[in-house]
């Protein structure tokens, strides 16, 4: 059986990315089709993919895409109708709701789509970028009317959908008209052991993709304000990071980005790990 894995873009780790990684070690030989591939910009998870036949698409040649990525987005539609899949036997997109992967060309493959979310720039879903700000309010406004559009027609072209929660179910459901299985995203625990326990810390930790959506100022806020030990983990995207630090309190530390191992020790010796989102 042929299977071709697809992906809006490798740009930054994060959870979707965590389960593009499953399903590559999955299916080791199904090449991994994107709009571009900027391993460098990965950090500590740079080799996930170093075994993997990525195949990114014409925009890989662009000078300074990786400040593309949000344009990117209006014409991403175009860009997966130019993928070909007529040689497979199945397809599966991993779809974070930036992009519109499921526009690819099955020809006869089987499409299944491992949804993250719909887009929610485009159903009023707080967004990793301010889009209430500028002429960004502007160019927003006026794509959400096309977006829906698109995003509806491509949910057509799917066959089967897989949910990352029963959040993402109710809105495949809500937005698509469309039933899903719940499938959660996949935990190492062989990974965690009693080491990383060992040693308790009087801290709270908080962490991941640090993205407006995530809703981490939150966390932020409610420590700053009870005067709490916060460590905070991850990358910052668009800017994001900068706005936290603006009003955190000097009980608030910001680690960046952090290895696995790293993250599994902070995990195990802290107090608690507040989840915002």
């Known amino acids: 059986m042929r299977v071709a894995l697809v992906h809006d873009y490798l740009k ?9 990684g499953t399903l590559h070690e999955m299916f080791p030989q199904a090449p991994i089709y994107t709009t571009v591939y900027l391993p460098e910009y990965l950090g500590p998870n740079r080799g996930k993919f170093n075994d993997a036949d990525i195949r990114p698409s014409k925009l ?3 000078p300074f895409k ?24 199945v397809v599966i997109t991993s779809a974070t709701g ?5 526009f690819v060309n099955k020809g006869r493959a089987k499409l299944i789509c491992y949804c993250h979310t719909p887009p929610r720039y485009i159903y009023g879903y707080k967004t990793a970028r301010n889009w209430n700000r500028g002429i960004l309010k502007v160019i927003g406004s006026l ?12 949910s057509k072209n799917v066959d089967y959908y897989i949910a990352n929660s029963k959040e993402v179910a109710y809105r495949i459901k809500r937005f698509y008209g469309r039933d899903s299985q719940v499938i959660y995203p996949p935990v190492d625990v062989r990974t965690y052991n009693k080491e990383h326990t060992t040693k ?39 800017g994001y990071k900068k706005e936290l630090k603006s009003f955190a309190g000097p009980t608030v530390e910001f680690l960046g980005e952090i290895a696995e191992e ?11 790990y507040i989840s915002c989102s």
Do not use: H, W
């Not at 790293?262 to 608690?272: H, N, T, V, Y």
């Open 200 to 238: 308790k810390g009087n801290y709270y930790l908080t962490g991941g993709r640090l993205a407006r959506n995530k809703r981490f100022d939150l966390a932020v806020a409610a420590c700053t304000k009870l005067n709490l030990p916060l460590k905070v983990f991850g990358k910052s995207f668009a």
């Open 12 to 20: 930054e780790y994060g959870g979707a990315e965590g389960v593009l």
């Open 143 to 154: 794509f959400i009317v096309l977006g829906r559009k698109l995003d509806f027609l491509a």
């Open 66 to 89: 990786q400040k593309l990525i949000g344009p990117i987005t209006m014409i991403s539609p175009l860009i997966f109708k130019l993928m070909n899949f007529d040689g497979y036997d």
């Open 60 to 62: 890989q040649f662009l």
């Open 262 to 272: 790293k993250k599994r020790e902070s995990m195990g010796q802290a107090k608690a």
């Open 98 to 102: 930036a992009y519109f992967p499921n």
